[in-house]
C-alpha cells in the first residue's frame, strides 16, 4: 500500500484535490497491483490529522510508501515518526531547507535552489546594490541569510541588511540600494510592511505568494514585486511535462496548479522504485536515495545526498489581477 496525505480542506484544500488526483494518475499509468490510499491531513499548514496519518502509515507493515505531507510544517511533524518506522517517504511540495532524513527524499526544488533562482532573476533586471530585510520570525530570517550568501557567491555587495524583531515600521533604505529583499510570511504585516518600503524593485520568496496578499496591496506595490518558488509553471517543463499538465487539466475540468505534476513524479519515481525493489522499506529508500539522471515529466534529475533534488526552481510569480501567477 501507498499512502498520499494532502489537505482536502482548508485554504489549500482544492490544490491538495489535485495533488491527490495526480498521483492516482499515477498510479493508474504505473499499471501494477499497488493500493493507493489518499488521507485528508486537515485544514491549515500543520493539519490536524497529519500526525495520525503518520502513525497509520508507520504501523502498517503492508505500507511501503508514503506521498506528502503538502506543507513544510506539517512534515515536520510526519518525518520523524516515518523516519522511525522506516517508511519512505517522498515530498512533491516541500521547499524549507532544513527537512532532511533518513527515509525522505523530495522532488520540489528546496529554498536553496529558489535562492539561487533569486539572484539570477535580480540580475538579469539590473540589480547590483540590494537592501534586505527580514520579518523577525524564523522562516524570514533564513530566507534573508540564504539570498545573501547566493548573493556574495555571485559577487554581489548589499546596500545592507536588517532583521525587524517585530517592530512595525522599516529601517531607512540606504540611499544607493536599487531594490529590496523581504524574508517574510504573507501576513497583513508584510503586505503593511511592503507598503511601506521605497518605490525599488521588491524581491521575495514563495513565503510571501499568498493571493490575501497580492488583494491588499496598492498597484504601484504590486507591481514591483517579484517571488520566486520551486515549482515551475506547466509553460516552463518540458514536453512531457506540458502533456502531463494537459491531462490533469482534463481531469480536473480546468487549469491544475503546478504542484499536481510535482505530485504525479513524486508518486512516479516511488512506483518505478517499488517495481525494482520489491516491497521491502529499506531496499526501496535506498534505491529513492540512489536516483541518478532520472527523466520525468519535470525534467532529468538526480536525488543528491540529502535526499533534495537537483531541478532548479523554475516558478517565477508576479501580482495579476489582485493574485499571484507566473511571470
Partial sequence: MVITSVPLQGPTGAVGAQAAEAARLAVEDAGGPVEHLVLDAGSGPFGEHVRDNALRAARDPDVVGYVGDFHSAATEVSLPLLEAAGVPQVSFSNTLRKLAGTTFVNVMPDDERAATALVAWMAELGVRRPFL???????????????????????????GAERLFGEADPPPVPDDADAVFLGAVGDRAAGELLERLP???????DGLAFDGLARRLSP????????????????????????????????????????ALYAYEAMALLLDVLADAGPDRAAIVARLKATRGRDSVLGRYDIDERGATTLPADGRLRIAGGRFEAA
Avoid: N
Fill in 133 to 159: 530585510l527580514d520579518d523577525g520570525e524564523e522562516y524570514g530570517m533564513d530566507m534573508r541569510w540564504v539570498v545573501h550568501r547566493e548573493l556574495a557567491a555571485a559577487g554581489v555587495a548589499v546596500a
Fill in 199 to 205: 518605490e525599488l524593485p521588491l524581491f521575495g520568496m
Fill in 220 to 259: 504601484g506595490t504590486a507591481g514591483r514585486l517579484r517571488l520566486v518558488r520551486g515549482p515551475a509553471a506547466a509553460s516552463d517543463l518540458p514536453e512531457a511535462g506540458r502533456r502531463m499538465a494537459a491531462r490533469l487539466g482534463e481531469r480536473a475540468g480546468g487549469p491544475v496548479d503546478p504542484h
